[in-house]
T-cell receptor, first 111, second 115 residues
């Protein structure tokens, strides 16, 4: 158990629909990260939060993507007007000094 | 900016044989290095990390890795593999002075252990 829960684990949606993923770290850690992993690739950094502040965003995070961490605890990642290229595993992680602990991920399939 | 190259996309090896998974990185600053393992449909689990100190680091499940600064490498080794080691392995790097763990991952190496 890495202390990071993600929901839902799987989501199938039609192109053009909006989807939201949630990440709950076991406790209120300072920093929380989102990564995306497409088939056959390593995870790619999307964004991270320190408490409720979103401190960095990758250029991979287009304007259809928005992430929040309203109270510095759980976080949500919303994708609007999904495209087939958004199909991927979305991973959330918390950090502990010296390492990242990842959740099981939320797999998105866009039809 | 950093980058990671995992030189082998797939490595088949017989059970109880040794294995080495290769990782080279590129960075203009000092780095921290990591190896993660991913089983099908699961998240990533940390195998080992190099932050500072001894360049030979030992991790879980009998794995070890050696940081070689001159060759910018961080190869992962295990002297005797088991069927349960079949998985995908990812090497990752981050800027040691960044204050966060924004990791850059390689594309992964699929290890297949043959009975």
């Amino acid at each position: 158990d890495t202390g990071v829960s993600q929901d839902p684990r799987h989501k199938i949606t039609k192109r053009g629909q909006n989807v939201t993923f949630r990440c709950d770290p076991i406790s209120e850690h300072n920093r929380l990260y989102w990564y995306r992993q497409t088939l056959g690739q390593g995870p790619e950094f999307l964004t991270y939060f320190q408490n409720e502040a979103q401190l960095e965003k990758s250029r991979l995070l287009s304007d259809r993507f928005s992430a929040e961490r309203p109270k510095g605890s759980f976080s949500t990642l919303e994708i609007q007007r999904t495209e087939q290229g958004d199909s991927a595993m979305y991973l959330c992680a918390r950090d502990n000094p010296g390492e990242l602990f990842f959740g099981e991920g939320s797999r998105l399939t866009v039809l | 900016a950093q980058s990671v190259t995992q030189l082998d996309s797939q490595v088949p090896v017989f059970e109880e044989a040794p294995v080495e998974l290769r990782c080279n990185y590129s960075s203009s600053v000092s780095v921290y290095l990591f190896w993660y393992v991913q089983y099908p449909n699961q998240g990533l689990q940390l195998l080992l990390k190099y932050l500072s100190g001894s360049t030979l680091v030992k991790g879980i499940n009998g794995f070890e890795a050696e940081f070689n600064k001159s060759q910018t490498s961080f190869h992962l080794r295990k002297p005797s593999v088991h069927i349960s080691d079949t998985a995908e392995y990812f090497c990752a790097v981050t800027n040691s002075g960044a204050g966060s763990y924004q990791l850059t991952f390689g594309k992964g190496t699929k290890l297949s252990v043959i009975p």
